[in-house]
């Protein structure tokens, strides 16, 4: 069959060389109908309706949906210390080498983040260390003239007031309250418990266990 060597485009209505038609397997001439500059001027315009561009924009979505990367897993507490002590390591190398000559000669790790972790970590599973935070968070608290909670109430055994009357009954001579600290008589260490309903706990947080220290003092105790 004679294929004829240039075509007419309905659309810009001129005569072009085959070449300046797209190929397409779909018509019985092998061309597209319009020619490539028509069919890239349409497409120009079709792509700027808002549909399509609507529709475009939800398939960018789903792509993207599909192929994100997976999030990563929060780190365990064993990774976060790992992470730490490599990090730790790493700085003692750099800026204080004499931390690791301690390391090699007593088998000890250098106190660094790590340590600090590991050893919170060890506290806030531990139901004891959350109930005395908050027991001295509401002891504070009366100290500053809020009232207790019913909760808190009933766990001591006694009003934030009469907290209050007592604590200022052991203010030291001089001292002005921004400079005390709440302190046990005898430490908290030295009673047994785990709930606020274990007898430990009324026992430490008793009245006549309680007192106030200037800061400073209360810090060498601890
Ligand atoms: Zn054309």
Known sequence: MDTPTRKRCPRCKRIKPRDQFHRNR???????????????????????????RA??????RLWRMMHRKPRRLPMTLEERL????EQ??????LHRPEQL????????????KATRL????????????????LAAMAVRRALEGRTFTRI?????????????????????????????????VRPKR?????????PGFKAAWSLANLRLLPAAWHRLRA
Do not use: I
């Open 82 to 85: 790992q992470r730490q002590r």
């Open 26 to 52: 779909r018509q019985s001439s092998g061309l597209s109908s319009w020619c490539k500059k028509c069919g890239s001027a349409y497409g120009r315009w079709y792509r700027t309706r808002a549909d399509v």
């Open 101 to 112: 000559q301690r390391v090699a000669r007593y088998g000890r790790s250098p106190r660094g």
């Open 190 to 198: 030295g009673f047994a418990y785990e709930r606020p309903e274990d």
């Open 152 to 184: 808190w109430r009933e766990r001591f055994g006694f009003s934030a007031e009469a907290l209050r009357a007592h604590l200022m009954g052991t203010l030291p001579e001089g001292c002005t309250v921004d400079e005390v600290e709440v302190d046990h």
């Open 118 to 133: 590991a050893r919170r970590a060890g506290y806030r599973s531990n139901p004891r260390y959350r109930l005395e935070e």
């Open 55 to 60: 529709r475009n924009r939800e398939r960018e």
């Open 88 to 93: 730790d390591h790493r700085r003692y190398a």
